[in-house]
């Protein structure tokens, strides 16, 4: 799966969308367009108030967060599961990760928002292997007209 932004948003603007998507970095801006199209993806068509939970994993463990997701919609396709501080996953949250990863609920996006992704972390690489992951990094200067087109 892309890594880069312009990957990421294609998939998450034209194609079906992935049951776990994680995204952070640097560039605000990147994510809260990431944020902004898949809610309104995700929750379009059905009842977006009963469908759409925000928690931080600061605040609630990993199986809290998966029964949120294994929750059924409510008059609904699609539920939207929203994670920020998703980098505060503990050691001992990774069994129940890949877990949920490798059989993740198909009525559900769980929307992973880490503030940096670091390769090298274990949930990271995780992530990597069963999600859609991109990091947003700050545009290099080439690739600004881009990213002016893209706002």
Known sequence: MPRDPDGFFHVIEEQTLPPVIACGGVERVYL???????????????LADFNHDRVSARDRSLAEIVALANTLPMMSERRLVEVKDAEALREHDLVALEAYLRAPAQQTVLLLLLGAI???????????????LCRFEHPRERDMPEHVLRR
């Open 118 to 132: 670091d390769l090298r972390e274990k949930a990271v690489k995780l992530l990597d292997q069963h999600a859609l």
């Open 32 to 46: 809260d367009d990431a944020v902004a199209i898949v809610r309104r993806r995700a929750l379009g068509g059905g």
